[in-house]
Each structure stands twice: as C-alpha cells, then as structure tokens.
C-alpha cells in the first residue's frame, strides 16, 4: 500500500512539512506569485509597448486624413492585456504577502472550521501517525485527481479541503462515465471514483485505485463507525451526486 498511503516519517516530515503544512503551502503560494508575477510583468511590458505603437500609428494615420477608427481595435487589445496582467500583478502580490495565520483564517472559512482546528491539524501534519495518501497512485489518470492529501489524527486534508474525520458521513465508490468521439462514433470509458462527503456539506471526489478506496475507508471507519460506505458498492454517478447538499462546498486548488 505504499504506493497510495504512506506513513509520515521524520524524512518526509523534513521534505514536505519542516515547518508544518501551513508554512509549506505559503512557500509554494509565493513561489507561483512570484513566477506569475513576472510573467505577467514581461507579457503586460509587451503589451504595453504595442499599445503606444498602435496609438502612434492611429494618429499618424488620422493626420492623413484617414479614419482614426479603424486602430481602436489594434489599441484596443494589446490595453485590454495590460490592464488584465495589471490586476493579475496586484492579485500576484497580495498572494505572495498572505501569511500563515491568514492561510489558516482562509482554509477555515471555506472548511466552515476554526482556526483553531486548523492549528490543531498543522501539528498533526507531521506526526508519525499520519499518512500521505494517494488516492489514484503516482501514475497519470484518466481524470483530474486531488493529488497528494494527509490522513491525520484528526483530520483528512486535499488541496484546500479540510475534513474532521468524525464528520465524514458517506465515502463511497461511483462510476464516472467519460465519451470520447471515434472514427466510428463514441466510445465510452469508465472510470472509478470515489466521493467523500462531510456533515457540513463539503465534498470531495476523484479518481480512485479499488484499493486505496478500500484501504481509505477502513481508516476513516476507525473514527466514524457509522460512516456510509454502501460496502464499497460502486453507484452511478447521478446516485453519487444525489447525496451531495445542493449548496456544497467543492474542493479548491491544488498545493504540494
């Protein structure tokens, strides 16, 4: 099962979490603000340099006695790029500057958590009983997966996603349907996915190895007892979503 759960040790800890999880999701925030930032930069500089171009060749021309109209879309769109890589640049920086305390205040707002919940889970993060889990495996998947989580003392954590284990109310196994068009009409793909649903309306799904959903469940059972897992019945999809809250809060962005 090393391959979808493994056990925190002090060289992972050391890896992935030396200051705990917070600190290490504020590291890569500010890694891609800065990468944004200066993409933006040099994309809105172009932009820019292009906008004064076409503004100078409008009014060169305009002075001709052409119509000036006719370079308001050549203005036009090179502005429009710079203004937006203007607000990505501004968007970039507050980013960068968001600190640990306001991470945690950002992921117990979306959770419906307290910061001090999210206190609670940064140090268990590292803990020796705590396991990084992989739910669909290092290979590529068919569909978008949450990526690497932790199972905690306490907690189950994907991206943005925080869930106290004993409010986890239903893990189950759906089928996800995928049509790809062919040369000779559709073909039809399906893919196992499991759906994870907490008592506060927040959802979790993704692609899914039979085993690790099995192994997942077994885990979260030893915290909930009563948990629903329809004995590891695959549903259809439409089955799946029924058990969601219609004002669910779906799972967010992606962090080592």
């Known amino acids: 099962m090393d391959k979808y759960f493994t056990a925190m040790n002090e060289k992972l800890r050391r890896k992935y979490y030396p200051r705990g999880y917070f600190a290490a999701a504020q590291k890569y925030f500010k890694s891609s603000a ?13 932009c820019g340099f292009l906008t004064v171009f076409f503004i100078y060749a409008t009014i060169k021309e305009a002075s001709k006695g052409h119509s000036a109209l006719s370079g308001i879309p050549y203005i036009a769109v090179p502005l429009g790029l710079m203004i937006f890589c203007i607000i990505m640049i501004v968007a970039s920086v507050r980013r960068h500057n968001t600190n640990v305390q306001q991470l945690m205040e ?3 707002e979306k959770n419906g958590l307290t910061v001090a919940d999210m206190r609670a889970f940064d140090e268990q993060s590292g803990a020796s009983d705590t396991f990084q889990v992989r739910l669909a495996g290092k290979k590529k998947v068919v569909v978008d997966d949450v990526g690497m989580g932790l199972l905690t003392r306490d907690y189950l954590v994907f ?3 925080v869930m106290k284990r004993k409010e986890i109310s239903s ?6 349907l995928l049509v790809y068009p062919t040369k000779h009409g559709q073909e039809i793909v399906h893919v196992l996915c499991i759906g994870i649903v907490s008592q506060r309306g927040i959802q979790l799904h993704s692609e899914v190895k039979r085993e690790a959903g099995e192994k997942l469940m077994e885990l979260l059972r030893q915290s909930n007892p009563d948990i629903k897992t329809w004995d590891g019945e695959v549903l259809k999809e439409e089955e799946f979503q029924a058990l969601c809250p219609q004002k669910a809060k779906k799972q967010g962005r992606a962090i080592p």
């Open 159 to 161: 991206m943005d996603t």
């Open 171 to 176: 893990v189950c196994f759906y089928d996800h």
């Open 106 to 108: 950002q992921y117990a």
């Open 34 to 46: 800065r990468f944004l930032c200066v993409s933006m930069g040099i994309i809105g500089t172009f």
